[in-house]
């Protein structure tokens, strides 16, 4: 297990740095200089031929790519100082460039935009299996029934409405037409300077992730349990006498969650990385809507360093769930 955990950590670290070479090169060999948006917010949207010159010599744009990526890697390491006009900027490790809009530190800007990203993350995460497992369990048991039927229908029925559309109006009618006071309150505010409101504002966020989430988990769930309940072992155990619950949620949940728990670790990563729609339509200043405003504003230290922290957490992810999977299944093999 400890061998199997260091190849998959190397492996991890490899991808790492090739997508950190890629977005790189993403923004060396863009349409336009990566310099221009300093350009042109130093000088009023006055940037001139001569002027975006000396900003991509202070930046080391006129440099080889080669060079550039090895100090942005040294940078990540023992920190850099950046150069911006007549201001020079300290970047302590681990520097990931300086906001061309905000001129903070990009670490700085993500670590204070991280906590709000991991409380949507866990509540949405947390609500995807405590409604879609007991949900799918039940429908497997009931299989065939009238009410296996209007679970799936309805499920499939939320399912095929756009998230962004289905988090817009309950937003809308929760916030604005109904006003409900538990649920009328959207946004975030750090749990320790106020708890109350913490819950209050990440509540309707939290539901609308949950709701539309859990149902492919509730599909997931229940077709591995239909195909789990019909193995021989879960007969013999059935034959020795063994309660029904014991039979169900012993022995078959336990090897029906190995396909559930592949979808989850790969949705928490993705939550982790950043829920563009959730936190943009609830004004959640998390590092979903602080990447999706640096496109647009095109704060490429900003992109950069949004799409490492996701592969990052993407990489760690699939390791957790590789892990689990020996935990939950025993016929899995992990040499």
Known sequence: MFAYIIKRILAGVVVIVLVSMAVFALFWYGPSSPARPICLQETGNRCTAERLANYEEQLGYNNSIVSEYGTYVKGVFVGREIQIGNTTIDCTAPCLGISQRTRGLVWDELIERLPATISLAAGGAA??????????????????????????????????????????LAWLYFTLIWDVPILGSSGYTPLLENPGKWFTGLLLPWLCLGIFGCTQYTRYTRGAMVETLSEDYIRTAKAKGLSANTVVYKHGLRSALVPVVTIFGIDLGV?????????????????????????????????????????????????????????????????
């Open 271 to 335: 939550l982790l990385a950043g829920t563009l729609f959730t936190e943009r339509i609830f004004e959640i200043q998390g590092i979903g809507l602080w990447g999706l405003r640096a496109v647009y504003q095109l704060d490429l230290p900003v992109v950069s360093a949004t799409a490492l922290f996701g592969a990052i957490i993407m990489v760690i992810s699939n390791l957790l769930v590789d892990i689990v999977y020996s935990a939950l299944d025993p016929r899995v093999r992990l040499s």
């Open 127 to 168: 609500l995807y299996l405590l409604l879609g497992v007991p949900i799918g369990v039940a429908a497997a048991r009931r299989r065939g029934t009238t009410a296996d039927k209007v679970l799936v229908s309805s499920f499939l029925f939320v399912s095929s409405v756009p998230y962004y559309l289905f988090a817009l």
